[in-house]
């Protein structure tokens, strides 16, 4: 099974700012790696899939990089509603893991 | 617009069973696989079992194997997970979602399993 380890448990940051979460896999994912964000009470919502590419809605403020083991996905600057959690997922080999997930709070 | 709305969840006792449910619209259900995964209370994601549009293909995560069983109906566009000899572990809120381009797109808004005595 592939391990997916996300880094880091919290990230405190101010409104307007930039926010920078990573994913680390336990072995090459390819780019078969997605993000999704869960708000208190509600249900995940996919973000970016295939490493880099928006999911319908999602906007441009939210991007995603990386290959192979090493993920990123950067919040360029964050807006009230982006405070979440958020988790990466690999699919590379299916049905696909979940990292245990980045609390993203207002610092 | 895609919609799942999941139902079955409740109490049930150590050993009981449970059937949740999944009913699809919006698309056209017959063509996707779908998934069921689950969350423990504050805690992370867990894949638990998957079927394939013509649900001749099913799979099931090694905690659950031999006690779960999925399926679907695709004339009732609804998918279904049975949950027997449910343990204190199987806590859980309970996501049906479709499954597209390998990633899990859209999600219903999740029933709750609890078993306790």
């Known amino acids: 099974e592939i391990v997916m380890t996300q880094s880091p448990a919290t990230l405190s940051v101010s409104p307007g700012e930039r926010a920078t979460l990573s994913c680390r896999a336990s072995q090459s994912v390819n780019n078969n790696l997605a993000w999704y964000q869960q708000k208190p009470g509600q249900a995940p919502r996919l973000l970016i899939y295939?490493?880099?590419t928006r999911a319908t809605g999602i906007p441009a403020r939210f991007s995603g990089s990386g290959s192979g083991t090493d993920f990123t996905l950067t919040i360029s600057s964050l807006q009230s509603e982006d405070f979440a959690v958020y988790y990466c997922q690999q699919y590379n080999n299916w049905p696909g893991t979940f990292g245990q997930g980045t609390k993203l709070e207002i610092k | 617009q895609v919609q799942l709305v999941e139902s079955g969840g409740g109490l049930v006792k150590p050993g009981g069973s449970l059937r949740l449910s999944c009913a699809a619209s919006g698309f056209t259900f017959s063509g996707y696989y779908m998934t069921w995964i689950r969350q423990a209370p504050g805690k992370g994601l867990e894949w638990v079992s998957f079927?394939?549009?013509?649900?001749?293909?099913?799979s099931y995560a090694d905690s659950v194997k031999g006690r779960f069983s999925i399926s679907r109906d695709n004339a009732k566009h609804s998918l279904y997970l049975q949950m027997n000899s449910l343990r204190a572990e199987d806590t859980a809120f309970y996501y049906c979602?479709?499954?597209?381009?390998?990633?899990?797109?859209?999600w219903g808004q999740g029933t709750l399993v609890t078993v306790s005595s």
């Open positions: 979602a479709r499954v597209s381009r390998l990633v899990e797109d859209y």
């Open positions: 079927i394939s549009s013509d649900g001749k293909t099913i």
């Open positions: 295939d490493t880099s």
